[in-house]
Nanobody, 126 residues
Framework: QVQLVESGGGLVQAGDSLRLSCAAS????????MGWFRQAPGKEREFVAS??????????VYADSVKGRFTISRDNAKNTVYLEMNSLKPEDTAVYYC?????????????????WGQGTQVTVSS
């Protein structure tokens, strides 16, 4: 049984940093492409960042809105994926979801991700 459990969300001020964690069980994160998505109230769930599997070169991809501020990474020993978020803005406020793509390759499409976590709330005040 696959489980992805996000943690690390919270209420912060603009300019602050947060690190989200996604602890996986039932799958090995190094063998999947791992992604982060977010959904703000009244909006569609959108792509944030992805990290391809090790054998695909561990390539990272970011949405333009977070490029240069967010970093996705993976700790294979802990079977955990992280999203380091710096210089947070009020528009980053959303529920953040971790997801796993079994094909392992580069993709920003929601439909390519088979497994999803329950999400963690990030709120950035101005």
């Amino acid at each position: 049984q696959v489980q992805l459990v996000e943690s690390g969300g919270g209420l912060v001020q603009a300019g602050d940093s947060l690190r989200l964690s996604c602890a996986a069980s039932g799958l090995t994160v190094r063998s999947y492409a791992m992604g982060w998505f977010r959904q703000a109230p009244g909006k569609e769930r959108e792509f944030v960042a992805s990290l391809t599997m090790v054998w695909s070169g561990s390539t990272t991809v970011y949405a333009d809105s977070v490029k240069g501020r967010f970093t996705i990474s993976r700790d294979n020993a802990k079977n955990t994926v992280y999203l380091e978020m710096n210089s947070l803005k009020p528009e980053d406020t959303a529920v953040y979801y971790c997801a796993a793509n079994p094909t392992g390759g580069y993709t920003t499409r929601r439909r390519d991700y088979l497994y999803w976590g329950q999400g963690t709330q990030v709120t950035v005040s101005s």
